[in-house]
């Protein structure tokens, strides 16, 4: 690559446009490694400051992932999932071929919060369940999910297999009753030193969040969620696909 030094595009741009080109073409594959910062320095004869920001511009548009300790690297294609607290993660990620598993992270009855007491339709300070899990994607951690469920009706739930069994059939059986829809919010979130450990990404990493609330199928708010997922492994769906006849 050679760098135009009379271009009004900075120089860091420049190299990020280069192996933007490189990834978009097929000739960088994705989990191959980048140059480290210090290879881009020497190659180019720029700061690491500029080497820096150049990988920045392409670990924000999701196109790498900087590794601690290993390097960064070419990420795979993006799993195009459904925004919403209702469906399965599991259910969903099995039919698109992943090989899903789940660790549980914290599963404990507390005090109802204001903002999760309003969301649930419950006093404050009432119990409620709070269960928090690490999700796996084909043994890679993906996503932070927390579940908050009234007590009253779900205190039962800490004691089941929260590892292989849906949350909503959980729930569901425990209800006797359906749950059959959500209200959702996406946004954008920078991670957290502990969420950078649990998804091995590093510290200041966007992650999308997803927050809901599900009812039952008499309109009663039972469950309060919260999901964060790898913004360089997932883009979401919003809308429903078309297919031709």
Known sequence: MEMN???????????????RAQINEGKLLPDDSLPSELEITRMYGISRMTARKAIDVLVNEGLVIRMAGKGTFVTDSKVSFSPSTLFSFSKNMNNLGYKVHTHILDRKIEKASTKIANALEIE???????????????DEPVSIDMTYLPA?????????DLESNPMSELMEDMLGLRIINS??????????????????VPEGTPLLLISGISYDEKLNPQRFAKALYRSDRFRFAVGTEIKPK
Do not use: M
Request: glycine share 0%; charged share 30%; proline share 4%.
């Open 5 to 19: 030094i009379n271009s009004s595009q900075p120089i860091y741009k420049q190299i990020a446009d280069f192996f």
């Open 124 to 138: 404050i300070e009432q119990p409620v369940v709070f269960i928090k899990r690490l999700r796996f994607a084909n």
């Open 152 to 160: 009253k009706r779900f205190e039962r739930i800490i004691e089941t």
């Open 183 to 200: 209200v959702d919010y996406a946004e954008a979130v920078i991670c957290s030193t502990e969420e950078s450990r649990l998804l091995e």
